[in-house]
């Protein structure tokens, strides 16, 4: 295993794979807005449930979308500042499966 400082983390290169802690303040607002679409999506079932107006329940549903998008937005902060940051100052395989990875997370590969 080896590792460096980076800054407020560290990274550990563990089994071929990057091993690192979330940074902080990406976490604490990473699981704000976990709980926040956890209540969203509560309130939604009782919606459904009590059989409300059909568009205030889409309301909601698209609320929860733009919740999710904001939570994406979060942890690809996080990976690029952590793990994609490494693997590029690694070069050569590790960047390429950088690449691939963001271009998987977004459905731009080819697959």
């Given amino acids: 295993m080896t590792s460096s400082f980076h800054g407020a983390w560290v990274t550990a290169l563990v089994d071929g794979r990057y091993s690192q802690d979330v940074i902080e ?9 976990t709980s926040i679409l956890e209540g969203q999506m509560r309130g939604v079932a009782r919606m ?3 059989e409300e107006y059909c568009i205030d329940i889409i309301t909601q549903s698209r609320a929860i ?3 999710l998008e904001s939570l994406n937005r979060l942890l690809l902060e996080n990976h690029l500042r952590t793990h994609v ?3 590029f100052d690694d070069g050569g395989d590790e960047r390429e499966k950088a690449v691939k990875e963001l271009l998987k997370a977004f459905d731009f590969d080819s697959k």
């Fill in 25 to 33: 303040d990406i976490k604490k607002r990473a699981l704000h807005r």
């Fill in 85 to 87: 940051t490494e693997m």
């Fill in 65 to 67: 979308q733009r919740s």
């Fill in 48 to 50: 459904i449930e009590n």
